[in-house]
T-cell receptor, first 115, second 113 residues
Framework: GAGVSQSPSNKVTEKGKDVELRCDPI?????LYWYRQSLGQGLEFLIY????????KSGLPSDRFSAERTGGSVSTLTIQRTQQEDSAVYLC?????????????FGPGTRLTVL | AQTVTQSQPEMSVQEAETVTLSCTYD???????LFWYKQPPSRQMILVIR??????QNATENRFSVNFQKAAKSFSLKISDSQLGDAAMYFC??????????FGAGTRLTVKP
């Protein structure tokens, strides 16, 4: 079966532009997570969805960041008025809600470069 | 808030030897899950091993095993018979009741032939 997919794999944008990053979770996975990984750093939690609702938005770094999920499936992370410090790899993960471990399955990430 | 600390930014091991990566965490919860993930240069995060806090027995997956010390809040990863393909970034992660995952800063493992 297909794993988590993300698009685009790479995105280069100019400072001040808006970008949309897409995540397609594994079919049937109800939980979806977004993380940010800056160069050489660990993963920074951004937001978590259970179904279409986001019970935990505490990790979003500013009001320029938003995310939505529709139909309990695809999620979009939007960054408005991008800044150079937004440059990072954005990782998406999904997990089945009712598994013992709720193991997270990760996508390959989107590398965002803000010039 | 839970925090995860990996105190070794880089580690090196000779092929076929054994290496241990350290991880400590801070939590007030009694039940939680701990994970080790591997991230090769491809960026794909791969689950290596996992441990439930209420299980006293240390998890083992082939050449990978953990030393889970709940009272000390320590969760180290031992890689035996290291192989060149084990070279990667290794992340320790904690998942508690609220289902989000907290990651350590990672340890870069180099395997020398």
């Amino acid at each position: 079966g297909a794993g988590v997919s993300q698009s685009p794999s790479n995105k280069v944008t100019e400072k001040g532009k808006d970008v949309e990053l897409r995540c397609d979770p594994i079919s049937g996975h109800t939980a979806l997570y977004w993380y940010r990984q800056s160069l050489g750093q660990g993963l920074e939690f951004l937001i978590y969805f259970q179904g279409n609702s986001a019970p935990d938005k505490s990790g979003l770094p500013s009001d320029r960041f938003s995310a939505e999920r529709t139909g309990g499936s695809v999620s979009t992370l939007t960054i408005q008025r991008t800044q150079q410090e937004d440059s990072a790899v954005y990782l998406c993960a999904s997990s089945p809600w009712d598994s013992d471990y709720n193991e997270q399955f990760f996508g390959p990430g989107t590398r965002l470069t803000v010039l | 808030a839970q925090t995860v600390t990996q105190s070794q930014p880089e580690m090196s091991v000779q092929e076929a030897e054994t290496v241990t990566l350290s991880c400590t965490y801070d939590t007030s919860e009694s039940d939680y899950y701990l994970f080790w993930y591997k991230q090769p240069p491809s960026r794909q995060m791969i689950l290596v091993i996992r441990q439930e806090a209420y299980k006293q027995q240390n998890a083992t997956e082939n050449r990978f095993s953990v030393n889970f010390q709940k009272a000390a809040k320590s969760f180290s990863l031992k890689i035996s018979d290291s192989q060149l393909g084990d070279a990667a970034m290794y992340f320790c992660a904690y998942r508690g009741d609220n289902n989000d995952m907290r990651f350590g800063a990672g340890t870069r493992l180099t395997v020398k032939p």
